[in-house]
């Protein structure tokens, strides 16, 4: 198979946890006899520097062009108080919306090796396995009117939390879809009890769930759902919320899987002639520049990625399940990075990358 491969490195850590991303993409094209293409590009904080913008118009034809988008993290602390459209996150919101990837998929798994790296008691992790898909175009993140006005106390910020019911239909298939081939249970969460937004929500997920008899729907507040995370997550299979929701939740899941830097995502639009989905790969983590440069940073995550990459845009399933695969013998083996290793040596971030090739054997 021909894999066209866009890699936007992004800021701090971006380029460290591609880069390994992008030797473990190699190693399976070449064990599998796959024909790879990879470009890379610019977005975020190096994009501004370089061309004025976080999203260049070469970096949406390289997108558009590609078969999927690989990407660091964006973010500098220098962009803290640049205005909104000067932001490195701003070239992260244009790119899924250029792609059109309405829904980004979060799996949250605890690893048996990895249970004493989270602050929670292992009985409370043990068996955590979920995936949180979160509406990813709509909502407060993109809703007008938007903005700061006036001067004095009559300053005034606004911004608007807006959904269609077609914005909201379409992410609840791709979380039924998911369900099916899983626990098949849903669990929506909203906030219905004070946001008519919820209520509409709410309304268009139980209608929608009618087509799908065999999938179990429950309905739960925001404000719980992060409780139960926390002191129940293994009862969720399918985690359904929209985006400022969904923002929030799956960083909490971080804590489930022992570092943030083990959470991969797939950001999921409409399916291409050939079948396969318009896909957008990153992990979850941020730029983190305090270590960026050092050979430190979780390449996991990344890697993560990769797997959901070779699943979901190009149905290499069993591509996806090596990685996985390599990705847990790595655990086990303790050769992993400081922030899965409070004591003893840790492994650098190459080192984690060759370890994964070397596991997928």
Known sequence: MDLNILVLPGDGIGAEVTGEA????RHVADKWSH????????????????????FPDETARLAA??????MGAVGLPEFDNAPPEKRPEKGLLRIRQALGVYANLRPVRAYASLLDSSPLKNHLVEGTDMIIVRELTGGIYYGTPRGIAGTGAEERAVNTMAYTRSEIERVTRMAFHLAQARRKKVTSVDKSNVLENS???RRVVTEMAREYPEISLDHMLVDNCAMQLILNPRRFDVVLTENMFGDILSDEGAVLAGSIGMLPSASIGDRRPSGAWVGL?????????????QNKANPLGAIGSVAAMLSYSFGLQEEASAVEAAIAAVLRSGRVTADLRPSGTPAT????GESVCAAIG
């Open 22 to 25: 992008a030797r473990v993409l």
């Open 35 to 54: 024909r790879l293409n990879v470009r890379e590009g610019l977005l975020g904080g190096v994009a501004i520097h370089k061309t004025g913008t976080p």
């Open 65 to 70: 062009d590609a078969d999927a988008t690989l």
């Open 199 to 201: 209520q509409l929500w």
């Open 281 to 293: 790969y990153e992990p979850v983590h941020g730029s983190a520049p305090d270590i960026a440069g």
């Open 349 to 352: 971030t190459e080192q984690v």
